[in-house]
Every structure is written in C-alpha cells, then in structure tokens.
C-alpha cells in the first residue's frame, strides 16, 4: 500500500492537504504535515494537487 510522502524541508504546515484529505490520512505534526493513519489512504492523489508548495507526493498506481 502505498502513502503520502511529505518533503518536510518543502511544507509550509498549511493544513490544506489534511483539509483536502477525505480519508483523514494526514495531520500537521509539530509544524509540517504527517502521515497519522496511513492504512486510510486510498491513493487518490487529491492531496498531491492541492498542495501549494509541491511538498507531498502520492504514489498511485
Ligand atoms: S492520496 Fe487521498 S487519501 Fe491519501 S492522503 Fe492524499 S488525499 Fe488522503
Ligand atoms: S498542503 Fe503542502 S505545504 Fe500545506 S501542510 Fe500539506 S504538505 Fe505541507
């Protein structure tokens, strides 16, 4: 299974993509975005294109 890769060095810790997230995959952390449940993630790449800065990366197969 597949899950989000967040570019620490890159996320801002916006939220958009924990907002974005319709499987509440993702959390901010500290002050960048965190995989919290990746068993939930379906791969849907929404969070990959809404994410400002390019940081997170979905692997869809
Ligand atoms: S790919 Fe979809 S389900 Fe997975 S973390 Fe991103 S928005 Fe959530
Ligand atoms: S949308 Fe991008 S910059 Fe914003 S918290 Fe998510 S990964 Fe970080």
Known sequence: ???PYI???ECSGCGI???TCPNGVL???GSTASVINEDACDECGE???E???GAIEVDED
């Open 1 to 3: 299974m597949a899950q």
């Open 7 to 9: 570019d620490t060095d």
């Open 47 to 49: 969070c990959m294109e």
């Open 27 to 29: 959390d901010i952390v």
């Open 17 to 19: 993509c924990v907002d």
């Open 51 to 53: 994410c400002p800065l």
